[in-house]
């Protein structure tokens, strides 16, 4: 038997969005057109880059001739106004890759001058360490000036690729800017990024998603800074771990659990992404982690994390005598989520872990169990009142089950798309009604 189909709703929804996008496109492209001309110069240009290649219109080509690639790692790009304009703010994408900062201007400054000799800086662009591929930076008051330059100290790789930039009068442009996503990897490398594709790739089979940009992110490179600075994102998705958490650093995860106690962002987060999600609510970076296999059970430090159950002793992280789930199993819907609407009460899906959440915590709710053969019954927690999604098992791991993980990664889309991305502001939601009658799904 099928729950609410939200069939009619989700079709008008996914038209109104493609209207949406179209209507989008119109006003971003009326907004490039709009931008003040000028002759674009640079301190030097990798052979075949081109400085104009940087104020041709397209926000996302990384072709050769559609960017600017400076010679060294400190270096400088230069737009000269055929008359003086006056700007308020200003759209900057980085680097020379679609889904990583990689290439890209690291530390650096804009600057304007009178002259085109003497230039002063505009304190509100300093960067250090730039971690975003795109950015929107809003000045103070606006700066009447026909030469603008940005200045680079230090690069991501060998030499930093201005991707595109686009001048706005004022300092509260509206600036459009199309929905995007974050994947972020949750495991100890901070060089292994990629992991995370796979909720980008998931994305991308949703109807009306088919182009979504994406950013992919080391953990320890998200914080409230990276994801408050405009272009604000649209959801965050979090994904597995290998270590046991032991044996995971914990510092890396300060900035992970300001956004999550903020409740400001839609965030979904899967296996080890669920379990670090409840270690940072209940436990916190402060405090030491241990695991079931470490633990000292009349003082655990972190007792929300467990496994499902053990076949003989084994150090830490060894997992081969672990009872895991590993495959396609059976969930059972328990709550009248919105992200899970449109499935049937009981429904396959992939999973690959050991570990498992062993409570709800306080303001969470569970709103899916195990189904039968499964043995983890936290399958997926929600934080009452916003779409932050704890899910055991792995929708982006879509291969054997890819209706339902499209229609949960689409569910889930709509929702952050209304709650309004990054948004403190946002309306909060109603708790999920129960479907279950064997008891109180909720922590605290």
């Known amino acids: 038997m099928l729950r609410m189909q939200w069939k009619t709703d989700l079709h008008c929804w996914i038209v109104l969005g493609l209207l949406s996008v179209l209507l989008f496109g119109a006003v971003s492209s009326r907004a490039i057109a709009e931008n003040p ?12 880059a081109s400085p104009s290649g940087a ?4 926000r996302f080509s990384t072709d050769a001739g559609s960017v600017w690639t400076g010679d060294s790692g400190t270096c400088s790009w230069q737009i000269t106004f055929s008359e003086p304009q006056a700007i308020g703010s200003l759209l900057q994408i980085n680097g020379d890759d679609q889904l990583i900062i990689r290439n890209a201007p690291r530390n650096y400054v804009w600057q304007w001058s009178d002259d085109g000799e003497t230039w002063q800086p505009i304190p509100e662009t300093v960067v250090s360490h730039e971690k975003r591929i795109a950015r929107i930076h809003r000045f103070n008051e606006p700066i009447e000036t026909r030469h603008v330059r940005l200045l680079i100290h230090l690069s991501h790789g060998a030499a930093p690729t201005l991707r595109e930039v686009e001048f706005y009068p004022s300092v509260d442009a509206e600036i459009p800017f199309e929905d995007w996503i974050i994947a972020v990897s949750s495991v100890e490398d901070p060089n292994n990024v990629g992991v995370g594709m796979r909720f980008v790739d998931l994305a991308r089979e949703c109807e009306g998603w088919e182009d979504v940009p994406a950013q992919l992110v080391w953990h320890g490179d998200f914080d409230e800074d990276f994801v408050s600075t405009e272009p604000r994102p649209l959801c965050a998705f979090f994904s597995g771990s290998y270590l046991e958490w032991c044996q995971r650093s914990r510092e890396p995860w300060r900035g992970v659990q300001a956004v999550l106690k903020s409740r400001s962002l839609p965030m979904w987060g899967a296996c080890g992404g669920a379990q670090v999600f409840a270690l940072l609510e209940e436990t916190g970076v402060d405090q030491p982690w241990d695991c079931p296999r470490c633990r000292n059970k009349d003082n655990p430090l972190s007792p929300i994390y467990s496994h499902i159950g053990h076949l003989a002793d084994a150090p830490c992280g060894d997992y081969s005598q672990n009872i895991g789930e590993r495959g396609t199993f059976k969930m059972r819907v328990v709550a009248d989520d919105p992200a899970f609407q449109g499935l049937p009460d009981v429904f396959d899906i ?7 959440i062993d409570y709800v915590p306080e303001g969470w ?3 899916v169990t195990k189904g039968p053969g499964a043995h983890t019954e936290n399958q997926v ?11 055991q098992f792995h929708m982006e791991t879509y291969a054997n089950t890819p209706e339902n993980s499209i229609q949960i990664m689409s569910n889930f889309l709509k929702l952050a798309k209304e709650w309004g991305g990054y948004n403190p502001d946002a309306e909060r939601l109603e708790m999920p009604g129960s479907l279950d009658d064997s008891g109180d799904e909720s922590g605290g």
Do not use: F, M, N
């Open 37 to 48: 001309k000028g002759e674009a110069t640079a301190s030097g240009s990798a052979e075949g």
């Open 365 to 367: 709710t569970r709103v």
């Open 381 to 391: 927690l929600r934080v009452k009142d916003c779409p932050i999604y704890s899910a």
């Open 350 to 356: 992939h999973e690959s872990h050991i570990g498992q």
């Open 55 to 58: 104020i041709d219109g397209d």
